[in-house]
């Protein structure tokens, strides 16, 4: 159950790591901080919200969001894996 578990979210990480690479423009590592490094702006960010809504169908609270959960390409494979969307 944990392996399936890992190998979900490395498939997630993937994913979101794509979303960065050729939706963003952005090649980072999965453990950059996009948001303190700077390297999201508004703009970038709404895009990344509007991929991983076509990507994984999720639909984000903007009321309940935390921003620390879109910090890093882990931290959204994490949210995503937890929201139970990154199966699709």
Request: proline share 0%; hydrophobic share 50%; no cysteine.
């Amino acid at each position: 159950m944990i392996m399936e578990s890992v190998q979900l979210l490395d498939g997630v990480e993937s994913r979101v790591h794509r979303i960065f690479r050729d939706g963003l423009e952005l090649d980072v590592e999965v453990d950059t901080d996009v948001l303190a490094g700077g390297l999201l702006d508004s703009l970038a960010f709404v895009q990344l919200l509007v991929s991983l809504e076509e990507e994984f169908g999720l639909e984000v609270d903007l009321a309940e969001m935390e921003l620390e959960d879109f910090s890093t390409v882990t931290s959204i494979a994490r949210l995503v894996s937890a929201s139970g969307h990154g199966a699709r």
